[in-house]
């Protein structure tokens, strides 16, 4: 018949284990010697008849207490058979004597409900208790201690090792899942994110120097020096490097890079033409860990939360105002035209520029969820819906087809309701 056991579960705490001796009786057992013993000394006596024959314990505080016992040799053949009648009987007195304790768990002592001690199974474990301690266990069935572990995972290794009984509460279970992500996501932003990250950006600066080479007209050329220095602002924020940034937003872009870095709060931003909220920008979680990291943190976030708007909107901050003067509006979508044909038909070694953006946001999907904004291959699915696969920008004039292109990411505008005395 299975009993339930009362244990006590210490997480925070190093103290010294299984100062208890107890060795297996040889002859049968004085009942009135087993009213001096406590629950988890009948308990232990009563299993020790089991491991003198070897018996392997399931049971992690029986088998870690045993192992400690030089005496004790796990004999993987055992069978209760080889008992013999004195150990049968010892182990029926045993028996008898446990579930007299168990019935006197709870006491009653000046009217109020406390737990007895001495009815606690893996009491051995703790042998160090004060007397303080007794009393705030008793009363209150729990005791917190300070550690020195500087993880949750730290206590449970350790016991793990001794034996000692885990309680697991759904906080815990939390935290080492977020240990697990957040040290899985720093190795893979570290190693990999980085380094992909910086070949993206380097190369698609560098076609679009080069394209801009290749045009005349003047608002070509400023869609491409917008470009440079939206993506130039990512690239120095991860690499620190002034040359990265080119063309003739250069100055403004630095003013957006000392906005990062002040990271004060809403602002209007010269170079997106909106309120941005550069507070976002503050360093925190493991990116604080290192350069490399800080440094990732910042071009992810600006890439990730600036964008590049093609829309007006009055539903709020980060967003074009419905007062944005349509050459902005513009430049910013043959801006987003430009780039995402940069992205869709250059390569590096033989792999191509959209597909190492892709390389960023898949792992960063299955970490943090699919993004709300639309993003370069959602752009691109539209873009060829209305224009043609040729690689020249200088279809990217017709205002007609960029107005079509607009009205498919307008929001609705949100117009005041009449009163009723304007009906």
Not at 163 to 172: E, K, Q
Not at 181 to 194: A, G, M, V
Not at 365 to 370: A, N, S, T
Request: net charge neutral.
């Amino acid at each position: 018949m299975k009993r339930s056991r009362l244990l006590v579960f210490v997480l925070f705490i190093s103290i010294n284990v299984f100062s208890q001796a107890i060795k297996p009786p040889h002859k049968l057992i004085n009942k009135k010697e087993l009213e001096r013993l406590s629950l988890n000394e009948v308990w232990l006596l009563k299993n020790s008849i089991y491991a003198k024959y070897g018996k392997p314990f399931e049971n992690y505080e029986l088998n870690a207490f045993f192992m400690k016992e030089k005496w004790y040799k796990v004999n993987e053949n055992y069978n209760e058979s080889k008992l013999k009648k004195v150990d049968l009987d010892n182990i029926a007195v045993l028996e008898k004597r446990e579930g007299e304790l168990n019935n006197t768990r709870i006491v009653n002592i000046n009217n109020d409900k406390t737990i007895n001690l001495s009815t606690v199974y893996n009491s051995f474990q703790y042998p160090s208790f004060s007397k303080e301690d007794q009393d705030l266990l008793m009363r209150n069935g729990f005791i917190v201690y300070p550690s020195n572990k500087t993880q949750l995972y730290h206590v449970y290794e350790e016991n793990d090792y001794t034996g000692i009984p885990s309680f697991v509460s759904v906080d815990a279970v939390l935290q080492m899942y977020h240990m697990y992500f957040d040290q899985s996501l720093k190795r893979i932003e570290s190693i990999f994110l980085t380094n992909t990250l910086d070949t993206l950006l380097a190369h698609s600066i560098k076609v679009l120097e080069t394209e801009k080479t290749k045009y005349l007209n003047d608002t070509i050329i400023d869609a491409i020096d917008f470009n440079l220095a939206f993506l130039g602002i990512s690239h120095f924020l991860l690499k620190e490097d002034s040359t990265l940034i080119k063309g003739r937003y250069r100055e403004i872009a630095f003013e957006e890079i000392r906005k990062c870095f002040a990271h004060e709060g809403f602002e209007e931003s010269k170079l997106l033409q909106k309120v941005y909220d550069y507070s976002q920008y503050v360093v925190r979680g493991h990116y604080t860990r290192s350069k490399q990291l800080k440094r990732f943190f910042y071009a992810m976030m600006w890439l990730g939360n600036a964008g590049i708007s093609i829309e007006k909107s009055n539903q709020g901050i980060g967003l074009l105002s419905k007062d944005t003067p349509d050459s902005i509006i513009m430049r910013n979508t043959i801006s987003s035209l430009i780039l995402s044909n940069v992205l869709s038909t250059n390569a590096v070694n033989g792999k191509s520029l959209i597909s190492f953006w892709g390389d960023i946001y898949e792992p960063t999907v299955f970490y943090v969820g699919v993004s709300d904004d639309i993003g370069p291959f959602e752009f691109l699915e539209s873009m060829k819906s209305i224009f043609s696969t040729t690689r020249s920008f200088n279809e990217y004039l017709d205002s007609n087809k960029c107005k079509l292109l607009i009205d498919m990411y307008a929001p609705p505008i949100l117009v005041p309701p009449k009163s009723r005395e304007s009906e």
